[in-house]
């Protein structure tokens, strides 16, 4: 059982659009979410972290996080082409002892000029 | 350069042949962490550690793989007998002690690793 899932997409949002990224995790102790833009062939690039639940902004992104229905999401306003990449999210799991982070397969979003 | 330093890039290796990819945290970071990444698939988790001790190995097959973070000198995973099936893309990402449970992972370029 994944313990941490997303669509793969891909998601094809228009310039300028609000694109809209999901996740849910199965461990209800995990504490801490990540998101991670990935680039074809690059490494993972950390967009965003959130610990606490409701929304977190960071320019034109905002994470928001709901432990109760264990569900992450990244929005990503006025979207560019320059945003068409993978985007992992990642948990760290409630066990102690590890910082280990469980990923999501990502989902891949395009954005058509 | 002040971030996550892996190398090499590219390795290539036959079947049955050693690899060995290692992997310098950010200055001041003294928690490492690998990951592996198939084509089209997520990272999975591998092995967490510090200097000098192996945390958490979980993710790590049984056989032919090993890690460790020598006191001095980089981080180095170690795959013995390679097999196709390790054919990969190898991550290592570290961060720093100070509240570890809370701090993000910083991830380097990457290791391809191709068997032949």
């Known amino acids: 059982q994944k313990e941490v899932e997303q669509n793969s997409g891909p998601l094809s949002v228009p310039e300028g659009a609000i694109a809209s990224l999901n996740c849910t995790y199965s461990d209800r102790g995990s504490q801490s979410f990540f998101w991670y833009r990935q680039y074809s062939g690059k490494s993972p690039e950390l967009i965003m972290s959130i610990y606490s639940n409701g929304d977190k902004e960071d320019g034109r992104f905002t994470a928001q996080l709901n432990k109760a229905s264990q569900y992450v999401s990244l929005l990503i306003r006025d979207s560019q082409p320059s945003d068409s990449a993978t985007y992992l999210c990642?948990?760290?799991?409630?066990?102690?002892?590890?910082?280990?982070?469980?990923f999501g397969t990502g989902t891949r979003l395009k954005v058509l000029a | 350069n002040a971030g996550v330093m892996q190398n090499p890039r590219h390795l290539v290796r036959r079947r049955g042949q050693e690899a060995r990819l290692r992997c310098s945290p950010m200055k001041g970071h003294s928690h490492v962490y690998w990951y592996r990444q198939l084509p089209e698939e997520g990272l999975k988790f591998m092995v967490y550690?510090?200097?000098?001790?192996?945390?958490?190995e979980s993710g790590m097959p049984k056989e032919r793989f090993s890690a460790e973070f020598p006191k001095e000198g980089p981080s180095i995973l170690r795959i013995q007998q390679v097999v196709r099936g390790d054919s990969a893309a190898y991550f290592c990402a570290s961060s720093p002690p100070a509240g570890a449970a809370n701090q993000p992972q910083h991830f380097g370029d990457g290791t391809r690793l191709s068997i032949l």
């Open positions: 550690l510090q200097k000098e001790n192996i945390i958490d």
């Open positions: 990642a948990s760290r799991p409630g066990v102690s002892g590890t910082y280990k982070y469980i």
